[in-house]
């Protein structure tokens, strides 16, 4: 039996096929109801698989979300993320980037001839960096289609034989509870054998990933030397982090 979506919620759905995200602010302007009224409509939707809340509002979702999908949300929080992360890397490291949409970015800022060697798992990044001058090693493995990376036995061999200066790390959810986490295992077993070759951690995420918790846990909150951000998390989120003696950077 499928699902009675009113009128609101549908509109609500037809305004994320275009936009991608909504605010909870936004909504409420457009719909003049209360927010407890939206936050039932969004519970109803996340139930249902339609979406995903986010700190201050929702993202659309499919069973999977492809790389294509997620490179057109928060797009301009991303960009300012991988700029920051990128001012990091120094000449003559090797870096490792996992594959993601914030990754990405952090490959697009990476300057042109910087004596560095990057590491990555991700046919998009790769890309990214050619025409750069820099040495790139594509490690091999199993293709995962929807986010070009590739994962599985070969690539976990590859990655134990490697050490890296500096890896930088997407993560698709993060809570007290459960770590870093996402929604993919292969995945998942790439970031925790990258983390464990990596002398620096930095973790790139935009805030909408903050309280969200995705099935497979990677990393606990104290693995991370760094979580390079948009927005600063919440209280208790933020004293969590300076327990864990986890820097955060932010580009706000």
Do not use: Y
Request: a negative charge; hydrophobic letters at 45%; glycine letters at 8%.
């Amino acid at each position: 039996m499928q699902n009675p979506i009113n009128q609101r919620q549908q509109q609500i759905l037809d305004r994320m096929a275009i936009d991608g995200e909504v605010k909870m602010a936004e909504l409420k302007e457009i719909f003049e109801v209360t927010e407890m009224t939206l936050r039932r409509d969004m519970e109803k939707l996340e139930q249902w698989g339609h979406i995903r809340r986010t700190f201050g509002g929702a993202i659309l979702v499919g069973n999977d979300i492809t790389l294509h999908e997620r490179s057109g949300v928060f797009i301009e929080e991303k960009m300012r993320i991988g700029k920051l992360a990128a001012q990091l890397i120094q000449p003559g490291e090797s870096i490792f980037l996992d594959g993601g949409s914030t990754t990405l970015q952090v490959a697009r800022f990476i300057q042109a001839n910087l004596n560095i060697t990057v590491v990555t798992n991700a046919l998009n990044i790769a890309a990214e960096l050619q025409g750069k001058q820099i040495s790139t090693i594509v490690i091999g493995g199993m293709l995962m289609g929807q986010t070009s990376t590739l994962v599985g036995p070969v690539a976990a061999e590859a990655l134990v034989k490697m050490a890296f200066n500096r890896a930088f790390i997407g993560t698709t959810g993060l809570t007290l509870k459960h770590g870093f986490s996402n929604s993919n295992m292969h995945e998942a077993e790439v970031k925790r054998l990258a983390i464990q070759q990596a002398s620096e951690v930095n973790i790139v995420m935009d805030h909408s990933k903050f309280g969200r918790q995705d099935l497979f846990s990677f990393a606990s909150l104290k693995a991370a030397d760094r979580v390079i951000t948009d927005q600063c998390p919440e209280q208790e989120l933020d004293e969590a982090f300076k327990e864990q003696s986890v820097e955060i950077l932010a580009s706000i």
